[in-house]
């Protein structure tokens, strides 16, 4: 089995409606196609790297090449967690989670994306909360960033539901112009304070070294 070799591939981690994992082979097809049918509305851009500026069958294409490029580079030191999530059985989109010098800093990052069809119905709050109890809870994690920008009141509305705290702004160029993007921080007595989603995780164990933390390192 690929877990015997790279154990990331085995851990799950689930909310009352989502099921997160690194995907199969099978799951970045449907993630593909996910992708190319829509993200948001074409006069948005939610991302700093405009990745969905692209024809349909390039968007699905990009979306496989960079979750195996996101595999193939980890490193214990730095990692990234790209995880699908799957509502009802089917690949709704994803959510990720990653640090560098995760054993020093104990700091990670998130980013999320779902597609169009899949909106509105709270899967982003559950699945960042899955990824926040993974990193505090399993990982040990102090505290977790991550940024919206301006006019992205979904990712916004998250953030501050999950009890993260302004953190100071950025100006991003997006599509050629300025951006301001909004910086949030969440500690780790933040998260506790905020805890509403029941999360299992499983197959964590035999991960660690790959998140850069037991015994000894890969």
Not at 105 to 115: E, F, N
Not at 118 to 127: D, P, V
Not at 158 to 170: E, F, I, K, M, W
Request: glycine fraction near 12%; charged fraction near 20%.
């Amino acid at each position: 089995m690929i877990s015997d070799h790279f154990p990331p591939m085995g851990l799950r981690v689930r909310t009352p409606r989502l099921e997160l994992r690194l995907p199969s082979m099978a799951d970045l097809a449907r993630l593909g196609d996910v992708a190319a049918q829509g993200i948001h509305a074409p006069e948005q851009m939610p991302f700093a790297e405009p990745w969905t500026d692209q024809p349909p069958a390039k968007v699905a294409l990009s979306v496989i090449q960079y979750n195996l490029g996101r595999l193939a580079a980890w490193t214990p030191a730095d990692w990234n967690l790209n995880l699908v999530v799957v509502y009802e059985g089917a690949v709704a989109g994803v959510q990720d989670v990653g640090a560098k010098d995760f054993a020093v800093r104990r700091q990670v990052g998130t980013g999320s994306w779902l597609g169009r069809s899949f909106q509105g119905r709270g899967i982003g709050t559950e699945m960042r909360a899955a990824v926040l109890h993974l990193a505090f809870e399993g990982l040990g994690a102090g505290s977790a960033v991550t940024e919206a920008h301006e006019g992205n009141e979904a990712s916004h509305g998250v953030s501050r539901r999950l009890g993260y705290r302004p953190n100071g702004v950025d100006v991003v160029a997006v599509r050629g112009e300025p951006v301001r993007q909004q910086r949030y921080r969440m500690s780790r007595e933040d998260w506790e304070c905020h805890r509403t989603v029941p999360v299992t995780v499983s197959g964590l164990e035999p991960c660690l070294p790959f998140f850069g933390l037991g015994e000894s390192e890969v």
